[in-house]
């Protein structure tokens, strides 16, 4: 008899009343003969809007959603789901995303019952057909991002953990506990398998849907918050880990940024003024420096 895994969906939640309702609908239609979906817990951070009152009009039992009357976090909260989830895998995922199809859970948690080594596994994030300029704009970088992703460490490189989804063992979750100074849930879990001698892996058919910001606003807060992610690192990863996992092999990324600007110049060479304008905001700012960033606000419309 094939081995079945028990799931938890984890969701941290922030003003997701828009979409929270069809996004748990969808993990509640997942399907596959390697797991069964033990819980789905929510935890409302402080919002303000009627995401709680979107979790309780779905009635199923695996359901629970705790009340945070505060904002504290991403990483306090994920904290909390470390520690206190009762399944052998824990699924992250953003309240904001939609699974493209139902064999997301299934294809995430398969590289788990394949080797025991694996802690940690990453689906991928695919962008709504963009309808905006500078959505538009920010699907020229995905041409040149998703390259270098597949090509760096056969695909399994700190560049392909995506915040959006994630699984993390039971037992490395245990002993992932975010720092409380940092402000991005993205790298920690990878250097941690790193440094325990455990695996990454990518699973890019397990695939999710995501709103890109249609702001410049909006991206330039999102790309500030990312772009900061080395610095709380350092604390905690050595100098020398860090420069050889986040270092792309210059010839690759200029191929790739070569191919984007004759394929899509207008988009690339716009995106190019845009994230450089960001930039040199982060270097100057300390917004999104902490993990009460800003809202992307326009990244939580609806999924049609």
């Given at each position: 008899m094939?081995?079945?895994?028990?799931?938890?969906?984890?969701?941290?939640?922030?003003?997701?009343?828009?979409?929270?309702?069809t996004?748990?609908?969808?993990?509640?239609?997942?399907?596959?003969?390697?797991?069964?979906?033990?819980?789905?817990?929510v935890?409302?951070?402080?919002?303000t809007?009627?995401?709680?009152?979107?979790?309780?009009?779905?009635?199923?039992?695996?359901?629970?959603?705790?009340?945070?009357?505060?904002?504290?976090?991403m990483n306090?909260?994920?904290?909390?789901?470390?520690a206190h989830?009762q399944?052998?895998?824990?699924?992250?995922?953003?309240?904001?995303?939609l699974p493209q199809?139902?064999?997301?859970i299934?294809?995430?948690i398969?590289?788990?019952?394949?080797?025991?080594?694996?802690?940690?596994?990453?689906?991928?994030l695919?962008?709504?057909?963009p309808?905006?300029?500078?959505?538009?704009?920010i699907?020229?970088?995905?041409?040149?991002?998703?390259n270098v992703?597949d090509?760096?460490?056969?695909?399994?490189?700190?560049?392909?953990?995506?915040?959006?989804?994630?699984?993390?063992?039971?037992?490395?979750?245990?002993?992932?506990?975010?720092?409380?100074?940092l402000?991005?849930?993205?790298?920690y879990?990878?250097?941690?398998?790193?440094?325990?001698?455990?695996?990454?892996v990518?699973?890019k058919?397990?695939?999710?849907?995501?709103h890109?910001?249609?702001?410049?606003?909006?991206?330039?807060?999102?790309?500030?918050?990312?772009?900061?992610e080395?610095?709380?690192?350092?604390k905690?990863?050595?100098?020398k880990?860090?420069e050889?996992?986040?270092?792309?092999p210059?010839?690759?990324?200029y191929?790739?940024?070569?191919?984007?600007?004759?394929?899509?110049?207008i988009?690339?060479?716009s995106?190019?003024?845009?994230?450089?304008?960001?930039?040199?905001?982060?270097?100057?700012?300390?917004?999104?420096?902490?993990?009460?960033?800003?809202?992307?606000r326009?990244?939580?419309?609806?999924?049609t």
């Amino acid at each position: 008899m094939k081995k079945k895994l028990t799931v938890t969906v984890g969701i941290s939640a922030l003003n997701e009343e828009t979409n929270i309702g069809t996004m748990l609908r969808a993990v509640l239609a997942q399907r596959g003969d390697n797991f069964v979906l033990k819980e789905i817990m929510v935890i409302s951070d402080g919002s303000t809007d009627n995401t709680v009152g979107k979790v309780r009009e779905i009635k199923d039992k695996r359901i629970t959603v705790i009340v945070g009357k505060k904002r504290e976090g991403m990483n306090t909260r994920l904290n909390y789901l470390f520690a206190h989830f009762q399944s052998d895998v824990l699924i992250k995922m953003d309240a904001d995303i939609l699974p493209q199809n139902e064999s997301v859970i299934s294809l995430l948690i398969s590289p788990f019952l394949e080797n025991p080594r694996v802690a940690y596994t990453s689906g991928r994030l695919v962008p709504v057909k963009p309808t905006t300029f500078i959505e538009k704009c920010i699907n020229t970088s995905r041409f040149v991002w998703d390259n270098v992703r597949d090509e760096l460490k056969n695909g399994n490189s700190i560049y392909s953990c995506a915040g959006g989804i994630y699984a993390l063992s039971k037992s490395f979750a245990r002993t992932a506990t975010y720092p409380p100074d940092l402000w991005t849930d993205l790298g920690y879990p990878y250097f941690l398998c790193l440094t325990h001698n455990l695996l990454f892996v990518s699973v890019k058919a397990a695939r999710i849907y995501f709103h890109p910001p249609t702001t410049v606003r909006d991206h330039i807060n999102q790309l500030n918050r990312y772009e900061g992610e080395i610095d709380p690192l350092k604390k905690y990863v050595s100098q020398k880990l860090l420069e050889k996992e986040y270092r792309i092999p210059k010839p690759m990324l200029y191929k790739y940024m070569f191919l984007s600007l004759l394929r899509y110049p207008i988009y690339t060479i716009s995106l190019f003024f845009i994230n450089t304008y960001g930039r040199l905001t982060y270097r100057y700012s300390k917004r999104n420096r902490a993990a009460n960033w800003t809202m992307i606000r326009t990244s939580k419309r609806t999924f049609t």
